[in-house]
Nanobody, 122 residues
Framework: HVQLVESGGGSVQAGGSLRLSCTAS????????MGWFRQVPGKEREGVTR????????IYEDYVKGRFTFSQDVAKNTMYLHMNNLKPEDTAMYYC????????????????WGQGTQVTVS
């Protein structure tokens, strides 16, 4: 069973940068797709990026493309979300999630979620 723990959130001014971390523990071999999401109170959760480990492909949503970058350190079982040129509309609770298969990612079936880390951009 995989567990995810996020860290790295905080408060920054518009135009600033943050790096979020998501460290996995447990049997990570069962997770073939990882994703970052965000949610603002009162709004639906939205995807940010997802990574398919079998192909190495990363997909970014249009509203973060060119500003956010996914990376991972396999040895540390940690994935990162590098956020640059942050905007006030990026303010949200950010979550990482894991799915068993790529099709699960595509269809939004993530079975493991972290507790979230707050990002505030002013």
């Amino acid at each position: 069973h995989v567990q995810l723990v996020e860290s790295g959130g905080g408060s920054v001014q518009a135009g600033g940068s943050l790096r979020l971390s998501c460290t996995a523990s447990g049997d990570t071999s069962t997770s073939n797709c990882m994703g970052w999401f965000r949610q603002v109170p009162g709004k639906e959760r939205e995807g940010v990026t997802r990574f398919y480990s079998s192909s190495g492909n990363t997909i970014y949503e249009d509203y973060v493309k060119g500003r956010f970058t996914f990376s991972q350190d396999v040895a540390k079982n940690t994935m990162y979300l590098h956020m640059n040129n942050l905007k006030p509309e990026d303010t949200a609770m950010y979550y990482c999630a894991a799915a068993r298969w790529a099709i699960d990612c595509i269809e939004g079936r993530y079975d493991v979620w972290g507790q979230g880390t707050q990002v505030t951009v002013s």
